[in-house]
Each structure stands twice: as structure tokens, then as C-alpha cells.
């Protein structure tokens, strides 16, 4: 089993920039591809990003490229989410994911998710 609680989520205007937190716990969270997926009122839930625990290797929506950097700390068991560049359109709850592969990636557990909005 893993747990995932995410930490971050706000209120920012277009243009600015968040981080979003998710700390992970359980025996076997390492063995599990790490992501953040968003689902925007009305609309579809949508990959953000991806990494891989052992590798680095890291995988990006592609409206989110050069905005967004994903990043995982083994030691402190944390996944971040830095958001910069942000746009009204990125307005949506984002929720920290443990699942497999790195570039088609599939959620086995999740968080409770973080809202975000972005004012115009």
C-alpha cells in the first residue's frame, strides 16, 4: 500500500508561479513510477507529468513543457511539482500519482489532490 498527501495548491495570478509537495509513504512506494495528473471542472482528468525514482527519467504533458519541472527527493520521500509560467487554463485539482511506466503512464495509487487556479 502507499499513501500520497499533496501540499501546495492555491490561488496565483497568470504569469506566476507554484510548487506543489506530495510526500510519500508505505514498504514499497520506490518500486512504483511517480506522476501528477490534473482534472479541470468539467473536463477530462489529463497527464501532467512523470518520473522515475531509480532513473530520473522524466516525462511531460506537452502544453506543460519548458513551464513545469518535476522532481523526486529519495531521502525526504517527496515529489515535487514546480509550476511556473502559469495560465488560467492550468486551473484544475492536481493529484500526485504511484503507477507504472514513465512515458505512457498508468496510476495505481493517488492523493486526495491540491486545487490550483489561475486568475486572468
Known amino acids: 500500500q502507499v499513501q500520497l498527501v499533496e501540499s501546495g495548491g492555491g490561488l496565483v495570478q497568470a504569469g506566476g508561479s507554484l510548487r506543489l509537495s506530495c510526500a510519500a509513504s508505505?514498504?514499497?512506494?520506490?518500486?512504483?513510477?511517480m506522476g501528477w495528473f490534473r482534472q479541470a471542472p468539467g473536463k477530462e482528468r489529463e497527464f501532467v507529468a512523470s518520473?522515475?525514482?531509480?532513473?530520473?527519467?522524466?516525462y511531460y504533458l506537452d502544453s506543460v513543457k519548458g513551464r513545469f519541472t518535476i522532481s523526486a527527493d529519495n531521502a525526504k520521500k517527496t515529489v515535487c511539482l514546480q509550476m511556473n509560467s502559469l495560465k488560467p487554463e492550468d486551473t484544475a485539482v492536481y493529484c500526485c500519482?504511484?503507477?507504472?511506466?514513465?512515458?505512457?503512464?498508468?496510476?495505481?495509487?493517488w492523493g486526495q489532490g491540491t486545487q490550483v487556479t489561475v486568475s486572468s
Open positions: 500519482d504511484a503507477g507504472h511506466g514513465v512515458v505512457a503512464h498508468s496510476r495505481v495509487y
Open positions: 508505505g514498504r514499497t512506494f520506490r518500486n512504483y513510477v
Open positions: 518520473i522515475s525514482w531509480s532513473t530520473g527519467e522524466t
